[in-house]
């Protein structure tokens, strides 16, 4: 009974990590590959405590980025990436200022030291646009 066990806890155990690297290979590029987005330098700013979207609304705001009123959020946890627990959080917003732009779309990936830890670290940002002229969709050039 106790081998069955130990083997049930083992096959359980292989389950959860292999669905964990089958959830990452399904992601989008978009998602995984930062180097798609148009890179914002910044200075990393302090660490930073609260939810994903909080982090990420406090972060663009330090580096002057307008998000308006009523952003859109969506986050994905990667999970493990080079020792470090990687979320990336995506906010978009309409543009109402520019009459080339119709809409911005933020990439902030995050790291934390475990999956426990409760601060987020900002480790790159990226920009899309989407464009009133053009090609439809979103791309990494500014718009004309």
């Known amino acids: 009974m106790k081998r069955l066990t130990l083997f049930a806890l083992f ?8 669905a964990d690297v089958l959830a990452q290979q399904k992601l989008s590029k978009v998602v995984t590959d930062a180097s798609r987005w148009d890179g914002i330098d910044f200075t990393a700013p302090a660490v930073c405590t609260g939810t994903p979207e909080q982090c990420a609304v ?3 705001t ?7 009123a009523s952003p859109d959020f969506s986050v994905y946890q990667l999970g493990k990436v080079n020792e ?3 979320t990336v959080v995506f906010v978009s917003r309409l543009v109402e200022d520019d009459e080339s732009v119709l809409g911005k779309l933020y990439r902030l990936e995050f790291s934390k030291a475990d999956v426990e830890d409760t601060s ?5 940002v990226g920009q899309m646009f989407q464009c009133m002229e053009g090609p439809i969709g979103w791309r990494k050039t500014a718009c004309q």
């Open 84 to 86: 470090k627990s990687v």
């Open 58 to 60: 406090k972060m663009l």
């Open 120 to 124: 987020f670290t900002l480790e790159g």
């Open 11 to 18: 096959f359980f155990a292989f389950g959860l990590f292999s």
């Open 62 to 68: 330090e580096l002057n980025i307008e998000v308006g």
